[in-house]
């Protein structure tokens, strides 16, 4: 099975600050990665998909890159609204897996 | 608007069973690949299960392989997922969510239904 671990597990910042979050894989998975924003008691949402397309209506102020086993997602200027938990996602094989998340807190 | 509407969650005692819907609208049902995810509390997101658009073709994690089955009723626009054998490890809100495998995964998704597991 392929693991994903996500860097940091919490991250504190403030409104207006440029973020990064990092995935890594046990093995490649091309480009067959989404990351998801989940907000308390809500489903989770896509932002990106195939590493670094981005969903339709996501502010372009979310980014993906990598390929093979390191990702990254980066918010370029953090709004209210972005506080919430952040996951990535392996749909390269079954049994397709999550990384751990990584909340966004308010610093 | 696509609409994924999920039941059939609740309290369950351990070795018992419980069969979860997961009503479908706004998209052709039959032409899509759907799934189950789920997520223990405070936990991550684990995927459970898939089944293709015709229900042939099926995969499940291997913590419920032999315990639970996915299936489908294109008839009816419906996700079932039937868990018996259950343990308080499958505590958790059960997602339903459509599966699009090329280029995006998992796009649209249910609110959830909650099982809990406990004597």
């Known amino acids: 099975d392929i693991q994903m671990t996500q860097s940091p597990s919490t991250l504190s910042a403030s409104v207006g600050d440029r973020v990064t979050i990092t995935c890594r894989a046990t093995?490649?998975?091309?480009?067959?990665l989404a990351w998801y924003q989940q907000k308390p008691g809500k489903a989770p949402k896509v932002l990106i998909y195939?590493?670094?397309t981005l969903e339709s209506g996501v502010p372009s102020r979310f980014s993906g890159s990598g390929s093979g086993t390191e990702f990254s997602l980066t918010i370029s200027s953090l709004q209210p609204a972005d506080f919430a938990t952040y996951y990535c996602?392996?749909?390269?094989?079954?049994?397709?897996?999550f990384g751990g998340g990584t909340k966004v807190e308010i610093k | 608007e696509v609409q994924l509407v999920e039941s059939g969650g609740g309290l369950v005692e351990p070795g018992g069973s419980l069969r979860l819907s997961c009503a479908a609208s706004g998209f052709t049902f039959s032409r899509y690949w759907m799934s189950w995810v789920r997520q223990a509390p405070g936990k991550g997101l684990e995927w459970v299960a898939n089944i293709k658009e015709d229900g042939s073709e099926k995969h499940y994690v291997d913590s419920v392989k032999g315990r639970f089955t996915i299936s489908r009723d294109n008839a009816k626009n419906s996700l079932y997922l039937q868990m018996n054998s259950l343990r308080a490890e499958d505590t958790a809100v059960y997602y339903c969510?459509?599966?699009?495998?090329?280029?995006?995964?998992?796009?649209?998704w249910g609110q959830g239904s909650l099982v809990t597991v406990s004597a």
């Open positions: 195939k590493a670094s």
């Open positions: 996602h392996q749909y390269n094989s079954y049994p397709v897996t």
């Open positions: 969510a459509r599966y699009d495998g090329s280029p995006r995964s998992f796009e649209y």
């Open positions: 093995q490649s998975i091309s480009t067959w």
